[in-house]
């Protein structure tokens, strides 16, 4: 059961899959797509983290600014809404900020920022409101084991770093932006050190977690054996 807004939810009224791992193993494109197939909502966690960030950056905060940090989480003005490719639009103060979150600059902040407990701490209510009939498919790093620990199926991504640095490659040529392979590897196993050595929800599979390593599966195949087990979790309750 989670309290939201003053209000009593039980989890088998609004069930929630969790899909966590590290960066670039393909979370948001699996979640995405297994919400979408079970006409499920969606949240993208790690945009909450990036919007702070975003932010921050954007009014010149230092990113080791815990309270300024804080009360930037706590007073975003952001609306998730549907665009036109079936994905999630970002709006934030007005503004459209869907593909400006999403540099690797932004990424790197966002990690930063996400490793104080007080910055998640001020997100946690506002990612548990997500949940809604008829159901919630979230992602991120802690999704499983800390925002909804009660979640009826929770799956955990993970590949190597040479791979997700060369999935990120093709994204960013695809966009017209050449950057290092051997750069980008670094900037990710920079980021699992910070993500998985932080004091506060260090990321981790949860312990009932499904672990799926998506070096050599497609994305479909990924959503197929999520959506597999969510049937399977289905014939047993």
């Known amino acids: 059961m989670l309290i939201i807004e003053g209000k009593q939810v039980m989890m088998k009224d609004a069930p929630v899959i969790t899909i966590d791992g590290p960066a670039g193993s393909g979370k948001g494109t699996v979640a995405h797509n297994v919400a979408a197939t079970l006409g499920w909502h969606l949240l993208d966690s790690g945009a909450l ?30 609306i998730f809404t549907g665009n036109k490719q079936g994905g999630t639009g970002i709006i934030l103060d007005g503004q459209n900020v869907t593909h400006d979150i999403r540099t690797e600059e932004c990424g790197s902040a966002a990690s930063q920022v996400a490793a ?38 929770k799956v955990y991504l993970t590949a190597s770093a040479q791979i997700r640095a060369e999935r990120r490659k093709k994204q960013l040529k695809e966009q017209g932006i050449d950057v290092s392979l051997s750069c980008l590897v670094r900037d990710i196993e920079s980021r699992d050190a910070r993500d998985c050595g932080r004091k506060s929800a260090p990321l981790k599979p949860a312990a009932d977690a499904v672990i799926i390593d998506t070096d050599q599966l497609s994305v479909d195949e990924v959503v197929n054996n999520v959506l597999s087990l969510v049937q399977e979790r289905r014939s047993v309750l």
């Open 49 to 78: 983290y990036r919007l702070v960030a975003f932010t921050a950056l954007k009014q010149g905060i230092a990113l080791d600014d815990e309270a300024a940090l804080v009360a930037v989480g706590r007073e975003l003005d952001v």
């Open 116 to 153: 104080f407990s007080s910055v998640r701490t001020a997100l946690l209510d506002r990612q548990r409101a997500f949940l809604q009939m008829p159901g919630l498919v979230a992602d991120g790093r802690d999704m499983g084991t800390v925002v909804f620990p009660d979640a009826f199926v």
